[in-house]
């Protein structure tokens, strides 16, 4: 994985992590990877991968089971969703508005090209 | 785990360390950085009982570290940056140097040797300098000491093997070792290290958790004049600058080590200021 955006690095996993989740590769109570695979699949500290794990808690999307790991929460898509749509809505979409001002583009030139995006990658 | 208090060294009429103190906790990966000959494997060896302090104390683990005691030795590792290794098979140094760490892994060892790609069939002074490193690496961390002190680990390793590098630490740290790497290759350990500790002038000039420079701290482009000129540090960018300011919003940036150091090194005093307040 690469560490190019600006976000702190447990907030790029944490959205990593929601992403397994949103694509349903992990599913809701699902084992995920334990704190220290994630870490050396990612290369990166543990300590920082624990501190995703405890804010994916905050949120409700993964929860612990003492001695056995970290589960896919019952509400976690809801939840995932909700706290991306968040970040999303707050700090990408603004980028998005922007350039869209300045090439003079409206909202609804958007929605057929939304609908082949989805019926290409999703359907 | 590891104290240091007021150390003094020098070689001969070169002063190194002028009252430096340090404390290092278990459970952390601790990124140990520094200009050309301040002094950071002088202090890893200060820490492994290769060099004796001056003045000052250095406790390690419990131990003071020049007396040299076999239950000390047993329990710390040092991956220096220069070394010289017997010309034996990889067995050998298994065989006659292990038994010295009583909580070396051999499956680990081995797993480690296939990780990095080390050939079995050569003996050791015929492999190349990366390939040395990474036996002694691969051996460092098999010994599962409690402390283990690496000196510029990532010299001479080529891609693959920086990225498997970053793996092994990664899996090797727990909640009872702590690990200390110096480097100049910041962005290899960027991701790896939760502290920063940076030595400058025989003292510690910056020493703080990676978690509390991104609270504290903001790194990001910026393309407000304003916000560019009350910068604690700026550099052009090809687009914008690349800035480091107060973390106001509260949202936590990625931390840019290449960037902090120079601030520190350059602008340390009102990076410091946002520590202190």
Known sequence: MQFRESQAIY???????????????????????????????????????????????????????????????????????????????????????????????????LKPRFEKFKKQHFA | MIQIQNLHFGYRKKKIFTGLSLQLEAGHIYGLLGKNGTGKSTLLKNMAGLLFPKQGTVNVLGFTPGKRQPAFLQDIFMVPEEFHLPDVPIEYLVKYHAPFYPKFNEDQFNRYITEFDIPRSTTLQKMSYGQKKKVLIS???????????????????????????????????DENKCIVISTHQVKDLESLIDRVTIIDEGRILFDQTVDNITRRLSFHISFDSDEIKQALYREPSLRGSAVITRNTQGDESKMDLELLYKAIVLNGNAIQSVFNA
């Not at chain 1, 995703?52 to 089971?65: A, G, R, S, V």
């Open chain 1, 11 to 109: 907030l790029q996993i944490a959205d990593y992590v929601c992403e397994k989740i949103l694509l349903k590769e992990w599913k809701v109570e699902e084992r995920i990877p334990s704190v220290r695979e994630l870490a050396v699949q990612l290369e990166v500290n543990p300590n920082t991968v624990m501190r995703t794990y405890d804010f994916l808690q905050q949120q409700e999307i993964i929860h612990n089971q003492r001695g056995i790991g970290y589960f896919v929460s019952q509400a976690a898509i809801k939840n995932a969703q909700t706290y991306r749509k968040n970040d999303f809505v707050e700090k990408d979409l603004p980028q998005v508005f922007r350039t869209m001002f300045l090439l003079g583009m409206e909202p609804d030139e």
């Open chain 2, 139 to 173: 051996f460092g961390l098999a010994c599962n000491t409690s402390v283990l002190l690496m000196d510029e680990p990532t010299n001479g390793l080529d891609i693959m093997s920086k990225s498997q590098f970053r793996k092994v630490i990664a899996g090797g740290l």
